[in-house]
Every structure is written in structure tokens, then in C-alpha cells.
């Protein structure tokens, strides 16, 4: 086996964030970049030698020359096998699923999720574990510690593997098979989702969906399960070939960016369902006609619903939600007498909960749900989840989220995000926030007292492990909050993430518009932080 050691320095930026390490994509082109945080990972692990990785991405620009890149050094590095995707594809659920179900010690992601691909866009390496989920901060500490003081790294000579058809090779001893990426995947949502009624609801003729992919990974999984299994008619699938530059768009399915997918369901003839997916499959919007489905309200009614599901026909063991998503799921959680947890921001938190058998479902506002089939969110399942809750129940989308307030009461919700802001601004105005924190508890804003305010910090009922300042909570005393967040994903400034939520029991104010509803909240927000004077913006780029 010919292996080269190459000698390298560190370079000081590669700390992972909230999932795994995401920069411009000339970033990673840099010389060594790439391989100084592979080579990194590596050394953080143990224990590996001759097991098998799970590796593929999304299909965004630098993917393929990133492909090739790790599987000569996962081959020096002693790595036993690698299953990798059909041309390099494998979504973030689907790669969970193979971890899990092939036994793999781990898996490496080649996206940055939702933030626009090319040359010109983003590009990210995260590492997931044995259990198939996002490495918890212990390990991506490890790595980036590692990646402060390596020297130099490993990688096979060889030729490059081709990846555009199933086949098994040899990179240097280490075996490399290139497998269908949907077909695990879609077995498992076959075992848990009644797939002949979801067949016949689509086969009734009386129901149709859209599903955008948005040119990104989940195209071909959505075409397969969807249209080619479930009988959805050819064409519900928009956007369907995954693209190394997502079309120039950006793949985040909320209510800015597919907008192309909102439009089509507020037209006259709108479908029964519309649904969309980001860059890496793991998020999901829902849509019914005319209606959009928050995501917090969406865990909340996947939860009051499962047992409809026979996959979750059992029971749920417990719920999990992140701490800045609405608070509608701990109400169904509480009614059912089942346990509710709440973790910091990022899927990596759900994961010791999920091993320990503490929670079945959990879910962000970020337009992330799941459950325990596998340790990353999943886009499509949630999406088949609903389709599963349609079939059963035969009721509209907005009649089933409208039935679900009257029974639990309406949490208002909405995200306010301050995209790209001057890195220095917004971190002042945290650190202006947080001094402020401890006197504002008894001060009354309007209609509103402060309960309590403080710097979210999370200790794992698992492993005991703390984590500390995970977002700024301002909490009233009927239950409303505020909090405040600079985002741990992007790559250019800073985001600050602004977080509203107000609960309403009465049924005749469920109507209002969100906006409106939560608008004083808003001005509060304004008036305590400093939001316009802080970092020159007049408003956020994206409300959802
Ligand atoms: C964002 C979301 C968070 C999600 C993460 C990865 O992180 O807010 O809920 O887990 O993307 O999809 P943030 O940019 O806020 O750190
Ligand atoms: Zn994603």
C-alpha cells in the first residue's frame, strides 16, 4: 500500500459549530484545509481500525474532489471499509440509517445543510458516531483541539474510486462499496409507516401533494418513496435533481425560500399538502391549502397523533424539544403523561436521549422533527408522517392543526433572524444583554412582568456533561418568552436569532395573524436589547 505523509500546520478556524464544520467552500479549497481536519478526526477517534465509515453529502460543489480526498485517507488511515452513496449522495437521515443499520463506528456528512452551495457558496464535514448521530461535543472538542496542533497527515496514492455505479473496489486494501442511497432508507420508513393506505389516499384520486426539493438531495429519495412506491402522480416531486449549486437557490425550506412552493399552495386550486426539504434532506416545511404548519406546532401534533402511526402504535417513551422552540409539545407531552425534555439548540443533544430510551419524537423550530429511527432530524420521514396522519384521518391539514389548538390552546411563535450582522455588534449586544439579565426579573414591559432571566444552560440527564450559554431567555409571567441567540451555522458575520412565543387558550383568538400576535413581545424585544441601534438593521431578514 502506497501512503504519502504529508506535512502540514494547523490552521486555527476548525472548530466545529452547531453541526460540524461549515465555511466557504474556498475555504476548504485552500491547500491542507480539507485534509488537516480529516486527518484531525481521525486522530480523535479510536478504536476504529478495519471498521467500516459511512460517507456521502448532498451533491453540493466540491463534493466529488472532497469524496475522493477522504476515501484515500480514511484508506491510510486504516480504515477497514467505506460504504458510500451512488455518485456521492447520501442524505443526512439516509446516512444515519446506513450507519445504524450496517454497524458502521461512523459516518462522515458532506454538506452545510441549508446554506447555498457552488463556488461561491458553503461547504461542510461533520462527523456522526456509531449511533448514527451528530458527534457530541466531547468528540468535536477532540477534533479541533487536534486540528490546533497537527504536524502533518496521511493519504493513500491511488486512483480515484468512480462512483456512478454500484460496485464494490480496493483503495489501498480498504474496501469500498458504492450502494443505492435511498434503498435502506426507504425500507425503514416502509416498517414504519402504513405505506398501502398512504397508497390508497393517493390512489383516491381526491388527494394531491407537491414536494420541492429544491434541488437538492432529497429529489431522487422524494421520487422514490413518493411517486414511485406511494403512487403520487409523476410531477408532485418539483425540483427533483439534486444540483452541485441547489439552482442559485437557497436551500432552506421555510416561507422565504421556497417561495415557488408557498405560491402553488395559495392558489385556488391549491393541492391538499405541500411539502419541502433542505439541502441535506434533514428539514421539512409542512404545508396544507392556504395553510402553513409551524414546526413547533408540527411536533406537537405528530405527538398527539402517533399512536395512529404503527410504527409509534406502541406509545411514545418521551418528547424532546430544543429550548428556543415553542412550548405546544410540552402541553400534549403533559396531557399524556409523558416526559418532555428540554436541550440546547442542534440535533446533537437528542441523541443521549434517544440511546437512553428517554424520548421516541423531538424536534426544532428550525423546521427540524424526528424520532428515534434514526439520530439526525429527517425531512422526508416527518413529510411521511403527515402523509400517514392524512391517510388515517381523512381531515384537511388546517382542520387537523385547527382541531389540535382547540384541544391544547394556541402557541404564537415566530423567529426573527438578523442574517450577516457585523460579528462585534451582535456579540456586544449579547454581552450588553446578558449583564442586564439578572435586573430584569419583577420590571414590567406593558402587559407583560419578567419572571425570570437567564443564560440557558443544559446538563445532560445521561452523562451529566454541562452546556452553557445556549441563548439568552426572558421569561414572563404568563408563560410568554423572548430569547435571543446568535446562530452557531453561519459563515459570514454573525446571526443574531431572535425568538418569540406567547401561548393563547381562548379558541376565538386562535384566528389572528402571528405577527400581530406576538408584535408587542417584539417591541419589548426592541426595547430591552437594542436590536436597530446595536447593528444598523431595521428589520430581519427572514420571520418565519
Ligand atoms: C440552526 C438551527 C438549529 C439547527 C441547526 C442545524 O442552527 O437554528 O435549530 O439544529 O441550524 O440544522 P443555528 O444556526 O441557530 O446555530
Ligand atoms: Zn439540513
Known sequence: MDIRTVITSPFGDQRPG???????????????????????????????????????????????????IILKMAAANGVGRVLIGQDGILSTPAASCVIRKHQAFGGIILSASHNPGGPEGDFGVKYNTANGGPAPEKVTEAIYRRSTELTQYRIAVAPDIPL?????HRLSG??????????????????????????????????????????????????????ERLGALP??????????????????????????????????????????????????MILGSHFFVTPSDSLAVLTA????????????????????????????????GIPCFETPTGWKFFGNLMDAGKVTLCG????????????????????????NLLAVRRESVEEIVRQHWAVYGRNFYSRHDYEAVNAAAAHDLMAALRTRLPSLPGETFGAYTVATADDFSYTDP??????????????????????????????????????????????SAHQQDTQVAVAELLTIAERIAGIRRRTGRDAPTVIT
Do not use: C
Request: charged share 20%.
Open 164 to 168: 456512478d455505479r454500484r460496485a464494490h
Open 305 to 336: 397523533n402517533a399512536t395512529l402511526i404503527p410504527g409509534y402504535a406502541d406509545g411514545l417513551a418521551g418528547v424532546a424539544r430544543s429550548m428556543p422552540t415553542s412550548a405546544a409539545v410540552d402541553r400534549v407531552a403533559g396531557a399524556m
Open 174 to 227: 480498504m474496501a469500498v462499496e458504492v450502494i443505492d442511497p435511498v434503498a435502506d432508507y426507504a425500507q425503514l420508513m416502509e416498517a414504519l409507516f402504513d405505506f398501502n393506505r398512504i397508497h390508497a389516499l393517493f390512489n383516491s384520486g381526491l388527494f394531491h401533494m407537491r414536494f420541492d426539493a429544491m434541488h437538492a438531495v432529497t429529489g431522487p429519495y422524494a421520487r422514490a418513496i413518493l411517486e
Open 235 to 284: 410531477g408532485t416531486v418539483m425540483r427533483g435533481t439534486p444540483l452541485e449549486d441547489f439552482g442559485g437557490g437557497h436551500p432552506d425550506p421555510n416561507l422565504t425560500y421556497a417561495d415557488e412552493l408557498v405560491t402553488i399552495m395559495n392558489r385556488s386550486s391549491a393541492p391538499d399538502f405541500g411539502a419541502a426539504s433542505d439541502g441535506d434532506g434533514d428539514r421539512n
Open 364 to 387: 426544532e423550530e428550525s423546521f427540524g422533527t424526528g424520532s428515534n429511527h434514526v439520530r439526525e432530524k429527517d425531512g422526508l420521514w416527518a413529510v411521511l408522517f403527515w402523509l
Open 462 to 507: 445521561v452523562d451529566h456533561s454541562v452546556s452553557g450559554g445556549q441563548g439568552l431567555r426572558i421569561l414572563f409571567q404568563d408563560g410568554a418568552r423572548i430569547v435571543f441567540r446568535l446562530s452557531g451555522t453561519g459563515t459570514e458575520g454573525a446571526t443574531l436569532r431572535l425568538y418569540v412565543e406567547r401561548y393563547v387558550r381562548e379558541r
Open 18 to 68: 452547531t453541526s460540524g464544520l461549515r465555511k466557504k467552500v474556498s475555504v476548504f479549497q485552500q491547500p491542507h484545509y480539507l485534509e488537516n481536519f480529516i486527518q484531525a478526526t481521525f486522530d480523535a477517534l479510536s478504536d476504529y481500525a478495519g471498521g467500516t465509515l459511512v460517507l456521502g453529502g448532498d451533491g453540493r460543489y466540491y463534493n466529488p474532489a472532497a469524496i475522493q
